[in-house]
């Protein structure tokens, strides 16, 4: 079973180790909202969102890649907001990296450094092999084998993980959530500057975005 102290002791990305976060995977709709002016404020890394800037919901997401949660969400619930809302142009969908733990934040560095247009790619993938990176003694052979998929050499693999410059953008944006937003668990969405309950199912998002969408 892979621990913590076991990734970091046979990986070259000891910088990783970064104290994780838990919680509660589901909210209720605060009673107050976050400034939304601040909410959507670029972080020290360059967002990345499906869907049109100018729709009029945004959906800010702070995930992890090895939440279990964030993984079904993404697998199971964000195909049918694509469909019905984004791609529709009436809801952009942020997502922001918020690891747990080193593994989570390795991932999120490959996603960041794969092509531009293969972010979300790399990102489907991660979570839809989950287990397969997850669950095993060597999680760096298996991240690899994934990467390749996308075009990583392991010289560009090591390349990236190392890049300490990247590492410290992927923390701060999850330290900003923390400390801006109180984020302390993932998933966490906001819906228009709003921390948002039952998003992680179809009818949770449809009764979150009706009243929001009416003409």
Not at 62 to 85: D, Q, R
Request: charged residues 20%; aromatic residues 10%; neutral net charge.
């Amino acid at each position: 079973m892979l621990t913590r102290r076991r990734f970091i002791a046979h990986t070259a990305i000891a910088p990783l180790a970064a104290t994780a976060l838990g919680g509660s995977a589901s909210f209720a709709f605060a009673q107050a909202g976050v400034d939304l002016a601040e909410l959507m404020q670029p972080g020290p890394l360059p967002e990345k969102w499906l869907g049109d800037e100018k729709a009029p919901v945004t959906v800010v997401e702070y995930a992890s890649m090895t939440c279990g949660h964030c993984a079904n969400f993404h697998k199971t619930v964000l195909p049918y907001i694509k469909e019905k809302y984004i791609d529709t142009g009436k809801v952009r969908m942020i997502m922001r990296e918020f690891p747990l733990d080193p593994l989570a934040a390795a991932a999120f560095m490959l996603a960041r450094c794969a092509p531009e247009d293969k972010y979300f790619d790399m990102v489907s993938l991660f979570f839809e092999q989950q287990p397969a990176w997850t669950r095993t003694d060597k999680p760096v052979d298996a991240l690899l084998a994934l990467s390749k998929q996308v075009g990583f050499t392991p010289d560009s693999f090591k390349q990236c993980l190392t890049n300490q410059t990247l590492l410290d953008g992927v923390n701060a944006v999850k330290d900003r959530g923390a400390d801006k937003f109180k984020v302390d668990a993932t998933p966490t969405f906001f819906v228009n500057g709003m921390r948002a309950k039952n998003f992680q199912s179809t009818d949770g998002v449809d009764k979150t975005l009706a009243p929001l969408l009416k003409s």
